[in-house]
């Protein structure tokens, strides 16, 4: 086993290319970090000092493939506005109807292994909402402040950032009803449930009915989807 010296950063980074890799043959459950520590080269205990757990390491190899996905990262910096905040929202809104619609069933495993999280002690669902959280909530935040000193919304009782997991949580759970072979829910599957989601968190975090039927608009989605493809 190699014991070749490296700073923390490289270290850190060798065990998550690792662990990809682990994740990516064997899924959560059949990965060890016993096994991510030997294709790491490492013990498990120098694996320990930098993810304490397997669910820290999953995390953190999630929070990471977020941070690095370029759509992800044009609409986030975008200027805070009404309508970035609506395709925030709608991009939010179809990330979680698709879970369960595509053949790539990574993100249904994800679900359940969060679902196991709620019923054991929280824990990755703890870390992984802490880096979405620090991720995506403050361009929501700050979308939604400017929605208000535009006129576009009203200020309502609950705090920008529980609005906003209010609003994710929202649409995680009815993502959920879908996670069954059977859907334990019968809702729609064409694209009424989308805009009628869109439609109801909006309204709900204090958008206008107008405001909500101008941005919500094909057209002024297409805009806004311009722009950040010519970010790119």
Wanted: net charge neutral; with cysteine; proline share 4%.
């Amino acid at each position: 086993m190699s014991t070749k010296r490296l700073t923390g950063d490289m270290r850190r980074r060798q065990i998550l290319d690792a662990a990809k890799g682990c994740f990516a043959r064997h899924g959560f459950a059949g990965t060890t970090t016993k096994s991510v520590a030997a294709a790491a080269g490492i013990s498990e205990g120098l694996l320990f000092k930098h993810f304490p757990t397997k669910a820290a390491l999953y995390a953190e190899i999630l929070a990471e493939a977020c941070e690095t996905d370029p759509a992800l990262n044009r609409l986030l910096g975008l200027e805070p506005s009404t309508a970035t905040l609506v395709v925030l929202i709608r991009d939010m809104v179809r990330h979680f109807l698709s879970a369960f619609t595509t053949a790539d069933q990574e993100e249904a495993q994800r679900f359940r292994l969060l679902i196991s999280s709620y019923l054991d002690d929280g824990e990755f669902a703890r870390l992984l909402f802490e880096k979405i959280g620090a991720l995506i909530a403050p361009v929501f935040t700050a979308s939604l402040d400017r929605a208000i000193a535009d006129g576009d919304a009203v200020r309502v009782a609950a705090k920008p950032l529980d609005l906003f997991w209010f609003s994710h949580h929202l649409v995680q759970m009815v993502a959920l009803t879908r996670l069954p072979r059977a859907p334990s829910l019968p809702y729609p599957e064409d694209g009424d449930l989308e805009r009628q989601l869109c439609d109801f968190i909006l309204r709900g975090i204090g958008l206008s009915g107008a405001a909500v039927a101008l941005h919500l608009d094909p057209k002024s989605l297409d805009r806004v989807q311009t722009k950040i493809a010519e970010s790119a």
